[in-house]
């Protein structure tokens, strides 16, 4: 890609600065981890918003970007070696952002490795774990008769969690300090806790310190601006 309005995706989404990073997303779970790091980085960027309604995901110009068809996705017209580059999946784009920005990502091996670790387990976890319990609890699987699908899912969460406490113990963060683990890991709780309502199924009344380790990174003002990251036009 020569440069960036070269991309089929910017005829549905034209971009107002060319020069930025482009964010094509939606605030989930998913979408919030990106909008997030980059509030919490600085990096200028630009974020289009799409529709699931509207079925955005399924649209040529953007399977041209992420053939997968899930948000979010960028291109970063400035990317390694002053190329654009192209990338989905929430997780590889927490890490690439770190590594642009140098920020929430240590650069000690031990601590930058241990990090990635907390980042995948939440990617391979976390994530479709939660969002399945989600789908069983809230959304058209409790019409399900068997309800071994979402004991199953219940069930796993609850383990999830209490890994996630225990990691917790005697710290603030996931890791030493403020990371892309966090960033990651966060919004997924606080799905599960305020969109979901399951956290009366999952054991949350036992566990020690996920709910204020939660509490803290809602607090902090880049988390609560990248929340609502691409805004609705």
Request: proline share 9%; aromatic share 10%; with cysteine.
């Amino acid at each position: 890609m020569a440069q960036l309005t070269d991309h089929p995706i910017t005829r549905r989404w034209p971009p107002k600065d060319p020069g930025v990073l482009q964010l094509y997303s939606l605030p989930t779970p998913n979408g919030m981890k990106v909008g997030i790091m980059l509030e919490e980085c600085g990096l200028p960027y630009e974020g289009h918003r799409l529709s699931f309604a509207d079925n955005d995901q399924t649209t040529p110009e953007f399977l041209a970007l992420n053939p997968n068809n899930k948000i979010p996705a960028i291109i970063d017209p400035d990317g390694p070696g002053g190329e654009a580059l192209e990338l989905f999946e929430s997780g590889a784009i927490l890490l690439y952002l770190a590594d642009k920005s140098g920020q929430f990502l240590s650069q000690d091996p031990t601590e930058r490795w241990h990090t990635i670790q907390w980042v995948m387990w939440q990617m391979g976890g976390v994530g479709p774990m939660f969002g399945q319990l989600g789908f069983f609890h809230k959304f058209a699987g409790k019409e399900i008769e068997d309800k071994r699908p979402h004991e199953r899912y219940r069930s796993e969460s609850e383990r999830l969690l209490k890994v996630l406490d225990a990691r917790l113990e005697g710290r603030d963060w996931i890791m030493a300090d403020y990371s892309i683990a966090d960033i990651a890991t966060a919004p997924w709780v606080r799905t599960l806790r305020e969109f979901y309502g399951a956290t009366d199924i999952v054991g949350w009344d036992g566990l020690k310190n996920v709910p204020a380790w939660l509490d803290r990174f809602l607090e902090r003002p880049g988390v609560q601006r990248g929340m609502s990251v691409p805004p609705e036009n």
